[in-house]
């Protein structure tokens, strides 16, 4: 799962459908990106980027790397 992309959602209010809407991609789509399912192109990537005004690096990690990373 990619907790950083669905916090990041969260805190701007926002659901899984209003922001694949603003991406322009299916809900469905945009909830396999979020669990990790799916990767997304480069043009998702970059409009999450400035949506959420998050760097696209942060928003793309997974949880395992979080912890590996951290430890």
């Known amino acids: 799962m990619r907790k950083a992309l669905k ?3 969260m805190a701007a209010g ?4 209003k922001t694949a809407d603003l ?8 909830a396999k990106i979020e669990a990790g399912e799916r990767t ?5 990537w970059d409009t999450l980027e400035d ?6 690096r942060k928003l793309r990690e997974m949880d395992w790397e979080r912890k590996s ?3």
């Open 7 to 9: 916090e990041a959602r």
């Open 14 to 17: 926002m659901t899984q459908q």
């Open 23 to 30: 991406i322009g991609i299916s809900h469905q789509y945009y």
């Open 40 to 44: 997304g192109d480069f043009y998702i």
């Open 51 to 56: 949506i959420f005004g998050i760097h696209q």
């Open 69 to 71: 990373t951290s430890a």
